[in-house]
């Protein structure tokens, strides 16, 4: 490795770390970390063994034992060095998490430099993909590891392709290179089992083989067949796990075309004005297809994708580039676009953390278009933007330091944030204040009438022996979505300790009707 690169490696190092540096001294945060880790009985466990467990079956409906197995170990850590502090210290997993995401833009800093030829545009590229301000929610939040580990895994794997590329044009009777190849699929494989929305690899592989090295179609989809077979296969898995059941609103096929065209147009916004970010923007479907903009946000993406292909063919050479981002960016949203519902589109369809992939695109557009230009112009305002992100992604990480930081924020830049409510009744659960959780119930229910929250309700109710008031809250939660099988088991219960024997009988076999 020659010193030059050595030097930008460790530049991308130093200023991602300084960027990133005061979310190690972060506490754990109500959304689901205390789910996923610090009161996770498996995963704060003495044994070693129950680290297996994650192996062996799906946990919290989703299969990512390789993230789980990470969160046991670091939650480990400190019993090595005390004999009575047996409390996961979140800034172990806060540090953990910066670590690997400067091992992630490492990854990309190589797959930029490979295909450009240009180490500083290279820089260039890698430093926008490190310090953007929506890198914040999948650095700061402990919960995200699977996002960045997936991401590791993701990008080594695309890296081992394009050295696999490079040598077969170097020497096409190389059989050795093959082994980078095989080394490509085995590295996506630790990928799907940290995070399976990962499934998008092989697309921004296959985008990079036939734009950048001009493959043929019919020859990439040849080496991409083992990685397509472990998508299909990691997508069956996850499906069966993931039961839509859970959801109160699935869109109808048509609106779904609006609804991703929305997120495109969102997230697009977002890359080039990244501010009032937030943890949930709110922006689930029920609310987003009543909106009269819908039909400007949701058909733009289809109104421009014409344009820029014809763009595209124009510019030559030149315009390669620019459909290759676009088509990464895109190619990366493609299982958070709606399409196929998912559980927390329910409460916004749009999370930062979704980029984290998708942003790759960028970098790349930004690196071909530095490449091997010596422009004074271009290069200045390119490390201006830079610096202005570097600064509002530092500020960013302020708001993720606490609980108290993260909800003020979260509700400053959306009032209409049911995960804030979520979050205070977790807090309030901590605290044993079983009232005060039911307040924060009913004022979520104001701005979304959800099924869950419905559900979370009649728990604390039935926890305080309410049972008439918590059947309620549970009726309720089945009217809003007849398919909650948990909420027909929960009725069965009430209905049992309140001697209404018929009605449980009747619930019972409601809930076999859903879940044999």
Request: with cysteine; aromatic share 14%.
């Amino acid at each position: 490795m020659q010193t030059r690169t050595i030097v930008i490696l460790l530049c991308l190092s130093v200023i991602t770390g300084c960027v990133f540096i005061r979310l190690t001294t972060g506490e754990f945060l109500y959304a689901d970390d205390n789910a996923h880790v610090y009161r996770n009985t498996r995963v704060i466990s003495d044994r070693f063994s129950d680290i297996l467990t994650f192996w062996e079956n799906p946990y919290n409906g989703l299969y990512i034992p390789l993230t789980y197995t990470a969160w046991s170990l670091q939650a480990k850590i400190p019993r090595v060095f005390s004999n009575f502090s047996a409390k996961p210290d979140a800034r172990i997993f806060h540090s953990f998490n910066v670590l690997i995401h400067i091992i992630v833009v490492w990854l990309v800093f190589w797959i930029l430099f490979l295909i450009s030829k240009d180490d500083i545009a290279a820089f260039a590229g890698a430093l926008l993909f490190a310090i953007h301000p929506v890198q914040v929610e999948s650095v700061a939040w402990i919960s995200e590891l699977k996002g960045l580990l997936g991401g590791l895994f993701s990008f080594l794997s695309i890296l081992l392709y394009v050295i696999y590329l490079q040598t077969e044009q170097i020497n096409n009777s190389l059989k050795s290179n093959r082994i980078y190849l095989l080394a490509a699929i085995c590295v996506f494989l630790l990928a799907l089992i940290s995070k399976p929305s990962t499934i998008v690899t092989p697309l921004i592989a296959f985008v990079i083989a036939v734009s950048r090295y001009h493959r043929s179609v019919r020859q990439t989809v040849k080496e991409m067949l083992p990685w397509l077979a472990m998508t299909i296969l990691i997508m069956y898995y996850t499906s069966s796990m993931q039961s839509d059941t859970m959801i109160d609103f699935i869109p109808p096929l048509g609106s779904r075309f609006l609804i991703a065209g929305d997120n495109v147009s969102f997230y697009v916004y977002k890359v080039f004005f990244p501010v009032n970010l937030t943890f949930d923007y709110g922006r689930y479907p029920q609310y987003v297809l009543g909106q009269p903009w819908i039909w400007i946000t949701g058909l733009l993406p289809y109104i421009a994708l014409p344009l820029l292909l014809i763009a595209w063919k124009r510019l030559g050479r030149q315009g390669n580039w620019v459909i290759s981002a676009i088509a990464i960016f895109i190619f990366g949203l493609i299982p958070v676009l709606g399409f196929k519902p998912f559980f927390y589109q329910s409460i916004s369809g749009q999370a930062d953390r979704y980029l984290y992939l998708s942003l790759f695109g960028p970098a790349l557009a930004l690196t071909c278009f530095l490449a091997g230009k010596r422009n004074i112009f271009a290069w200045g305002m390119t490390g201006l933007v830079l610096l202005i992100m570097m600064g509002m992604t530092y500020h960013q990480t302020g708001f993720w330091l606490t609980n108290r930081l993260f909800l003020e924020h979260m509700h400053a830049v959306n009032p209409r944030s049911t995960s804030y409510y979520s979050c205070l009744v977790q807090q309030a659960f901590e605290e044993n204040d079983f009232s005060q959780a039911a307040v924060y119930c009913e004022q979520s229910l104001k701005i979304q009438n959800s099924s869950g929250i419905r559900c979370l309700l009649g728990a604390i109710l039935m926890r305080q022996g309410k049972y008439k008031e918590s059947i309620v809250e549970y009726s309720e939660a089945v009217h809003i979505n007849p398919r909650l099988g948990l909420a027909y088991e929960q009725l069965a219960k009430l209905y049992t300790l309140t001697h209404n024997y018929p009605k449980a009988c009747k619930s019972v076999e409601q809930a076999l009707g859903l879940n044999p």
